[in-house]
């Protein structure tokens, strides 16, 4: 059964400082992994999918790196505002096949929040 | 462009009440349809994904239901609730091909009293 921790739990920043928030992973036959942010009450937006075949993603002042086989992702913010304020999830997606296909993870989240 | 609509937004029911909720995709056709439930100080955890109309699987054993009566259409339903069943319920869509990725709804707060 594949269980995702996202480290750290929570982290709270000043305006404009770079950032790396930690996601793992326990089994590495994966098919993708996608980042997502949740603002409070409001439903999860896609970020970024990094496919397995893939080292990194980028969109904007994101980053996401894939190590599959140590089972680990980093989501990489540059230079943070404080729109950028949420929850992030990663979220691996299991192989198809079974009763797996198309599911993924989720991980309990990392709580972002930037102040001015 | 796609798009997914739930609603109602939030909703509060009475214990053994019935319940229903709707989801429908707009812009794509033959989605991959799913329901999660993210209780308070918990993660998502999937209820139930649709590869099409009417095949509907089920993760966890519980007292909901879904249905899928149309291709864009996907349905969360129950007979009773019970209270365990309060929490926000997120309806999202993939389109076809291993590395589509997946699209939320804005979800529904449902609380049972």
């Known amino acids: 059964k594949q269980e995702v921790t996202q480290i750290p739990a929570a982290l709270s920043v000043p305006e404009g400082e770079n950032l790396v928030l930690n996601c793992s992973f326990t089994d590495s036959a994966i098919y993708n992994l996608q980042w997502f942010r949740q603002d409070p009450g409001k439903g999860l937006t896609s970020l970024l999918l990094i496919q397995s075949s893939q080292r990194e993603q980028t969109s904007g002042r994101l980053n996401a790196s894939l190590d599959k086989s140590s089972g680990r992702s980093t989501l990489y913010i540059a230079a943070s505002q404080p729109g950028d304020s949420a929850t992030y999830l990663c979220?691996?997606?299991?192989?198809?096949?079974?009763?797996?296909?198309?599911?993924?993870?989720f991980g309990q989240g990392t709580i972002l929040t930037v102040h001015p | 462009s796609q798009t997914i609509h739930q609603w109602p937004a939030t909703l509060v029911q009475p214990v053994g009440s019935p319940l229903s909720l709707e989801c429908t995709v707009e812009g794509t056709s033959n989605p991959n349809l799913y329901w999660y439930r993210q209780a308070a100080g918990r993660g998502l955890q999937l209820l139930f994904y649709s590869v099409g109309i009417g095949q509907i699987s089920s993760e966890v054993p519980q007292n909901l239901s879904a249905s899928r009566p149309q291709d864009r259409q996907f349905i969360l339903s129950s007979k009773k609730l019970l209270l365990s069943d309060s929490g926000f319920y997120l309806c999202?869509?993939?389109?076809?091909?291993?590395?589509?990725?997946?699209?939320f709804g804005d979800g529904t707060r449902l609380s049972i009293l």
């Open positions: 979220a691996p997606k299991a192989n198809a096949g079974g009763t797996s296909y198309g599911k993924l993870t």
């Open positions: 999202a869509w993939r389109g076809q091909g291993g590395n589509q990725p997946q699209h």
